[in-house]
Nanobody
Framework: QVQLQESGPGLVKPSQTLSLICTVSGGSITTNHYYWNWIRQPPGKGLEWIGVIDYSASTSYIPSLKSRTSISRDTSKNQFTLQLSSVTPEDTAVYYC???????????WGQGTQVTVSS
């Protein structure tokens, strides 16, 4: 059973960088054909896909956030990370790490972590 767990600070000040880690268990992030995503849900709004890192470490980001976003991985810890720079209160959301099984299906989700941007 694959499990994903987000971790990171729950409060970030405006203009700082939001950093989250997703720890994966029950499966390797380097296994072929799996894609590892970050998705967020602002309060009162729908889900928003942020970006992905795949099994070969290739990355892709939503254009609206691309200039502020970086996704990387640590294969020795089976983790992948999200960094979002120059945050504003509009980046306040529940952030999820999610696996795409390669068939455009998000099959495993972390429980989500609330991040609030406030001074």
């Amino acid at each position: 059973q694959v499990q994903l767990q987000e971790s990171g600070p729950g409060l970030v000040k405006p203009s700082q960088t939001l950093s989250l880690i997703c720890t994966v268990s029950g499966g390797s992030i380097t296994t072929n054909h799996y894609y590892w995503n970050w998705i967020r849900q602002p309060p009162g709004k729908g889900l928003e896909w942020i970006g992905v890192i795949d099994y070969s470490a290739s990355t892709s980001y939503i254009p609206s956030l691309k200039s502020r976003t970086s996704i990387s991985r640590d294969t020795s810890k089976n983790q992948f990370t999200l960094q979002l720079s120059s945050v504003t209160p509009e980046d306040t959301a529940v952030y999820y790490c999610v696996r795409d099984n390669g068939d455009w299906m998000f099959d495993y989700w972390g429980q989500g972590t609330q991040v609030t941007v406030s001074s």
